[in-house]
T-cell receptor, first 113, second 113 residues
Framework: DAGVIQSPRHEVTEMGQEVTLRCKPI?????LFWYRQTMMRGLELLIY????????DSGMPEDRFSAKMPNASFSTLKIQPSEPRDSAVYFC???????????FGEGSRLTVL | GESVGLHLPTLSVQEGDNSIINCAYS??????FIWYKQESGKGPQFIID?????DKRQGQRVTVLLNKTVKHLSLQIAATQPGDSAVYFC????????????FGKGTHLIIQP
């Protein structure tokens, strides 16, 4: 099992640029979650999908953030325009939905200059 | 609002000793709790979980205790090893279904040789 796959692992960009983070969940998992991790705020749930449908996006900080899940094997988190305060590690996780356990990817470390 | 919090940000123990990491939660409606381990540069990894109808669950070298009366959760690691050095998070799930987990801030466990 390849696990949850995220790309890129590292991204350095300048303020105002568009950033797209990608995630491939574990095959057969029908729930997908995007988390953001910072030293100050810890792990925060941004949005989650169930069967490709966004269920709760209340954690998305601003309209600059958007997430899509066009099919069961792919999701994107986009930030446009990016700001320095968006610098964080962004994690994608997936689960079977029936259990509570989330399987996390290795994360995408974003630095906005 | 409801939150999951950890008592200590850093815990230092001698190799071979037992470690106890504590966590307080405030929402009595939470019915599922998980402990995750996060090593540097990696995503959180599942350690052990417990449902609210239990007060103790054991795994390999780890035990989770749940005290619903005082809304307290603990993770006990027996005979700690250098590989146990990591940040440990408790997380709670509010209600059933495929909802996301709410994470505490984390405790950094340091193993002294």
């Amino acid at each position: 099992d390849a696990g949850v796959i995220q790309s890129p692992r590292h991204e350095v960009t300048e303020m105002g640029q568009e950033v797209t983070l990608r995630c491939k969940p574990i095959s057969g998992h029908n729930s997908l979650f995007w988390y953001r991790q910072t030293m100050m705020r810890g792990l925060e749930l941004l949005i989650y999908f169930n069967n490709n449908v966004p269920i709760d996006d209340s954690g998305m900080p601003e309209d600059r953030f958007s997430a899509k899940m066009p099919n069961a094997s792919f999701s994107t988190l986009k930030i446009q325009p990016s700001e320095p305060r968006d610098s964080a590690v962004y994690f994608c996780a997936s689960s079977t939905g029936g259990s509570g356990e989330l399987f996390f990817g290795e994360g995408s470390r974003l630095t906005v200059l | 609002g409801e939150s999951v919090g950890l008592h200590l940000p850093t815990l230092s123990v001698q190799e071979g000793d037992n470690s106890i990491i504590n966590c307080a939660y405030s929402n009595s409606a939470s019915d599922y709790f998980i402990w995750y381990k996060q090593e540097s540069g990696k995503g959180p990894q599942f350690i052990i979980d417990i449902r609210s109808n239990m007060d103790k669950r054991q795994g390999q070298r780890v035990t989770v205790l749940l005290n619903k009366t005082v809304k307290h959760l603990s993770l006990q690691i027996a005979a700690t090893q250098p590989g146990d050095s990591a940040v440990y998070f408790c997380a709670e799930k509010l209600g059933g279904g495929a909802d996301g987990l709410t994470f505490g801030k984390g405790t950094h466990l340091i193993i002294q040789p």
